[in-house]
């Protein structure tokens, strides 16, 4: 059933398109366009900003990729409309992600509209955690928002840390050695242009923690404090198959576990090195007894209570990712 096709439903799926743009992606690269027609809105990759050295599947483009068709999706849902999504709906267009088709209007969705009014608070916090352990409450949450989405997300106990810890130094040292990497990593820190990793949201010095997070290769001005990782929780996400419509839905797992963790107010910090290298990505189904393909990594916790975490980064304006040519004459009427 199509919507009617006035301005209520442009103006709601253009601003589904528009919140979408607060989703995490890999080095924030935004790599998604949206086009709303007069019944639908499609999401579209945008393969220019993959990042062909550490990402030459793309399957870390998809996953940020996913993770705003999550945002759309939820946004849709809080306003109150039911929708059809059709994922990588046409076969020799894969740059054709997914479809989303308003179907039904009903009550706005409270739970939606909690998650809505975290997406512009939702950061990448890369400080140590403090030691404060997230309540089992919040992890059992945060998890079962991911499973809603289709996709298995197994917390790491004991010596499984201990394996996560040795396969992302691996990757680290791997990824150092690699000239390419190390290029493209330079190349998308500090720029102006509202894309890519600003120094602010960088740490001064690289925490020493258990398992080691991403070296940017640059010092950034956040403090590092006295925090660790001890209370950290680490969680894989996982699947049947390691193949682009499963990155995607892995996308839209990792945004609801985010917004859902942001929301129960616990910090998350994907580490996706492990997954970029090979080897390592390999290593990590040991970590969860080789139930699965492993997707990304998300080091759960509790933020340093007594500094102000990051500042989220510049996002492109909203008429850089949202095509409304086709629907603009409604828009324009009101
Ligand atoms: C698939 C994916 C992989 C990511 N991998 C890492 C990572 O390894 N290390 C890291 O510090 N941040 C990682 N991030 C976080 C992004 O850098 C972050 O989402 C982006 O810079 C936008 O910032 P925001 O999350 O604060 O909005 C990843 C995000 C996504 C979606």
């Given at each position: 059933?199509a919507?009617?096709?006035?301005?209520?439903?442009?103006?709601?799926?253009?601003?589904?398109?528009?919140?979408?743009?607060?989703a995490?992606?890999?080095?924030n690269?935004?790599?998604?366009?949206?086009?709303?027609r007069?019944?639908?809105?499609?999401l579209?990759a945008?393969w220019?900003r993959?990042?062909?050295a550490?990402?030459?599947?793309?399957?870390l483009?998809?996953?940020?990729?996913?993770a705003a068709?999550h945002h759309?999706?939820?946004?849709?849902t809080?306003?109150?409309?039911?929708?059809?999504?059709?994922?990588?709906p046409?076969?020799?267009?894969p740059d054709?992600l997914?479809?989303?088709?308003p179907?039904a209007h009903?009550?706005?969705?409270p739970?939606a509209t909690?998650l809505?009014?975290?997406m512009?608070v939702?950061?990448?916090?890369?400080r140590?955690?403090?030691?404060?352990?997230v309540s089992e409450?919040?992890l059992?949450?945060?998890?079962?928002a991911a499973?809603?989405?289709d996709?298995?997300?197994g917390l790491?106990?004991?010596?499984?840390v201990?394996?996560?810890?040795?396969?992302?130094?691996?990757?680290?040292?791997?990824?150092?050695a690699?000239?390419?990497?190390q290029e493209?990593?330079a190349?998308?820190?500090?720029?102006h242009?509202?894309?890519?990793i600003p120094?602010?949201?960088?740490?001064?010095?690289q925490?020493a923690t258990t398992?080691?997070?991403?070296?940017f290769g640059?010092?950034?001005v956040?403090p590092s404090?006295?925090?660790?990782?001890?209370a950290?929780?680490?969680a894989?996400?996982?699947?049947?198959?390691?193949?682009?419509?499963?990155w995607?839905?892995a996308?839209e797992?990792l945004?609801?576990a985010?917004?859902?963790?942001?929301r129960?107010g616990?910090?998350v910090l994907?580490?996706?090195?492990?997954i970029e290298?090979?080897?390592?990505?390999?290593?990590l189904?040991?970590?969860?007894?080789e139930l699965?393909?492993?997707?990304?990594?998300?080091r759960?916790?509790v933020a340093?209570?007594d500094?102000?975490g990051?500042?989220?980064?510049?996002r492109l304006p909203?008429a850089?990712?949202?095509?409304?040519?086709?629907?603009?004459?409604?828009?324009?009427q009101?």
């Open positions: 059933m919507i009617d096709t006035g301005f209520t439903a442009a103006a709601v799926l253009a601003r589904a398109a528009a919140m979408a743009g607060y995490p992606s890999v080095h690269t935004q790599p998604w366009r949206w086009t709303i007069t019944d639908r809105m499609e579209t945008v220019s993959q990042l062909p550490i990402d030459p599947d793309g399957r483009l998809l996953l940020s990729c996913g068709l759309a999706r939820t946004t849709l809080a306003t109150g409309w039911d929708y059809a999504v059709e994922r990588l046409t076969p020799g267009r054709l997914a479809v989303l088709t179907t009903r009550q706005p969705d739970a909690r809505v009014q975290t512009e939702r950061h990448t916090d890369r140590p955690v403090s030691d404060t352990p409450t919040t059992k949450q945060v998890v079962a499973e809603a989405e996709v298995a997300c790491l106990t004991g010596e499984r201990f394996d996560l810890a040795a396969a992302a130094s691996r990757a680290d040292a791997v990824e150092k690699d000239p390419e990497i493209e990593l190349y998308w820190i500090g720029r242009d509202r894309l890519g120094s602010n949201t960088l740490t001064g010095s925490p398992v080691p997070v991403r070296d640059q010092p950034g956040l404090g006295p925090g660790h990782d001890r950290a929780r680490y894989v996400l996982f699947g049947a198959n390691d193949e682009p419509s499963s995607l839905r996308g797992a945004s609801a985010w917004l859902t963790a942001t129960l616990a910090s994907p580490l996706s090195a492990v290298v090979p080897v390592t990505r390999t290593a189904r040991r970590a969860i007894d699965g393909w492993p997707y990304l990594v998300l759960i916790g340093d209570p500094h102000t990051a500042v989220h980064p510049p909203t850089q990712i949202v095509d409304v040519e086709e629907v603009r004459h409604l828009l324009d009101e």
